[in-house]
């Protein structure tokens, strides 16, 4: 079946601009999760979604980030004034449940900000 | 709060020899435990878990894992390395239902002819 789908697969915004990140879970996944990768660095956590609310959005770095989901289906993670430091690999994830079911990664979003 | 280390961000075998990857963990609870692998341009993609139900994990590619918690241990193995296992490995751990993934910053493997 199909995996989780990112998209834009590259995106590349001048200082200031906002961007907007799109996530497909895949089809029946109840949680989903992003994460941001930068360069040389692991994965840092940034929200968790449950449904269509976010019990966990500790990871968020500044109120410049925002996201929502709509039901069990697409998410969209925003930026708002991005900032140099906002350049990296944004990667979303989604599960059929918590515990020790494994999260299923899309390709992610390499956003580089200019 | 979860954390895990990796010893050793990069890691060079040849082609045959064992792949011993490093993964400590601290964790105030039984976790959950896991090893990605992400290939270059290319997302996450899980070789093995480890839920409690036994200490030795296979995972795919021939990989596995062994947990010792009297050593807060998870480390990756491979008795014989492939040239197709160069890649970037992480280790990662998880609280509870519906936790996040606190992962490792990851270690790269290189594979020589």
């Known amino acids: 079946g199909a995996g989780v789908s990112q998209s834009p697969s590259n995106k590349v915004t001048e200082k200031g601009k906002d961007v907007e990140l799109r996530c497909d879970p895949i089809?029946?996944?109840?949680?989903l999760y992003w994460y941001r990768q930068r360069l040389g660095q692991g994965l840092e956590f940034l929200i968790y979604?449950?449904?269509?609310?976010?019990?966990?959005k500790s990871g968020l770095p500044s109120d410049r980030f925002s996201a929502e989901r709509t039901g069990e289906s697409v998410s969209t993670l925003t930026i708002q004034r991005t900032q140099q430091e906002d350049s990296a690999v944004y990667l979303c994830?989604?599960?059929?449940?918590?515990?020790?079911?494994?999260?299923?990664f899309g390709p992610g979003t390499r956003l580089t900000v200019t | 709060a979860q954390s895990v280390t990796q010893l050793g961000s990069h890691v060079s075998v040849s082609e045959g020899a064992l792949v011993l990857l490093r993964c400590n963990y601290s964790?105030?609870?039984?976790?959950?435990l896991f090893w990605y692998v992400q290939y270059p341009n290319q997302g996450l993609q899980l070789l093995l878990k480890?839920?409690?139900?036994?200490?030795l994990v296979k995972g795919i590619n021939g990989f596995e894992a062994e947990f010792k918690k009297s050593e807060t241990s998870f480390h990756l193995t491979k008795p014989s390395a492939h040239m197709s296992d160069a890649a970037e490995y992480f280790c990662?751990?998880?609280?509870?239902?519906?936790?996040?993934?606190?992962f490792g910053t990851g270690t790269r493997l290189a594979v020589r002819p």
């Open positions: 964790s105030s609870v039984p976790p959950y």
């Open positions: 990662a751990v998880k609280k509870s239902s519906g936790d996040k993934l606190t």
């Open positions: 089809s029946g996944h109840t949680a």
């Open positions: 480890y839920t409690s139900a036994a200490t």
């Open positions: 994830a989604s599960s059929s449940g918590g515990g020790p079911h494994e999260q299923y």
């Open positions: 979604f449950q449904g269509n609310s976010a019990p966990d």
